[in-house]
């Protein structure tokens, strides 16, 4: 039986990503005094990605290692860098960048899943992109700080430092992989009397989002802080949907309205295991007391068992009318919120990431760009998970992700790659080797 034709995604694979990415990087505008510069900038921001890209837990040893003449070509051939800076040039010069001028790298990798059609399976309804945010702390320390930390006090007076970030993601109930998106620092400010918060680095990363995907269709999902009158109106004069949590000790009044409403609507489902899927949902609720209260739209979804026990129930209001044929979807779209904790906030931190690593702090701008490139490393990942059959095979044969990155570090520490398939090619040699995978490309 002849095999199979396998069709690779061109604009998806690691050549053309990394050309985009590289593109945008000689974009950025350098502040340097030009004949005083030993790098290219576009040489500092790509080797500390390309630090983050293999996984390694040290940017210093990392860089040393680039001192090797096999490291130093193979940080030439797959990246393109010219010269290699130390580690702590590195650090010094990215924190004199706007990290900022990375947003255009994320944006663009978007639309090139969406030019691919990928991005249409992600639609939980049509044209509506389920887009999940939460927060995240990613440095604390008692010691190392700078202007832009969040602090704690404690009770002792001790004061803690921390650096978090507003994270926003696409995802959807059937797919593992999730599509990040430029995300917004929760860090203080020059002049501000009030530190940052969660809240208000949302209302700044919505709007950055539409100007980002302007004619995109975004349901903002995300747990029961944001579900408030604010933010559910920052939302709406977006143009984006929303699909918030709602718990009963913080939505007083609408539990007690819905519990004097006779006209719930509902809808029980049995699934081949036996249990039974209740959803019971009802349109235009006021969401608090007020007299220009939001309207809203109720959903609460109960799963239980054949035995007849609940196992799991959730509420949430959305702004999309809800019907018999849709509250399915949407409880499961609520529901998959999580994997904006799981599948990238627990994987940046406990699968070979290093998220809390300190790489370096800096004075300004160096701890945010550490993490944006981090991102677009897990990235690029998440790309190959989704389009990339040569590394999935790969990703199949090696089994964990840490062992498969650990693989590569080492391959690269010994061998000089033509090319990131060259280097795919010899992690799968003696294991099948990949049939459908040109030397020559990538």
Known sequence: MPRRSVKMKKHLDFAALHQCFS????????????????????DVFMAGFACMFFQDPSLA????????????????????????????????????????????????????????????????????????????????????????????????????????????????????????????????????????????????????????????????????????????????????????????GDHRYLMEWLDDCNSLSELVVTDLKGRKHKYTYKNQVPLNGQENAPQVNYIHYALINDKGKTTYRNNWVTSIEINNRNVAKLANGGRCRWKIENECFNTLKNQGYHLEHNFGHGKKHLSHTIYLLTMLAFFFHQIFELTDPAYQLCRKSLGSKCLLWETFRTLIRYFIFASWNDLMLKLMSGRGGIPFLSKKEG
């Open 61 to 248: 040893h990392f860089q040393r290692r680039l001192e090797e003449t096999e490291n130093a070509s193979n940080l030439k051939t797959l990246f393109k860098v010219d010269s290699t800076p130390k580690d702590s040039q590195l650090r010094t010069v990215m924190d004199n960048i706007d990290s900022e001028c990375l947003r255009p790298v994320f944006k663009d990798y978007a639309e090139r899943l969406r030019r691919g059609k990928h991005l249409e399976s992600f639609q939980i309804l049509p044209r509506q992109h389920l887009c999940a945010i939460d927060g995240v702390y990613y440095h604390s320390s008692n010691n190392v700080h700078c202007e832009k930390c969040l602090t704690k006090t404690h009770k002792k007076g001790a004061v803690s430092y921390h650096h978090a970030m507003l994270q926003g993601a696409f995802i959807h109930p059937e797919h593992r992989p999730v599509i990040p998106t430029m995300p917004e620092a929760i860090a203080n400010t020059d002049g501000s009397e009030k530190q940052d918060c969660e809240i208000n680095a949302a209302k700044r990363y919505i709007k950055k989002l539409k100007a980002d995907h302007p004619r995109m269709g975004i349901i903002i999902t995300g747990d029961s802080l944001f579900s408030k009158a604010p933010m559910i109106e920052n939302v709406l004069e977006q143009g984006f949907n929303y699909l918030f949590v709602v718990k009963p």
């Open 23 to 42: 593109k945008h990087l000689k974009n950025i505008d350098d502040p340097r005094v030009q004949g005083r510069c030993s790098y290219r900038l576009h």
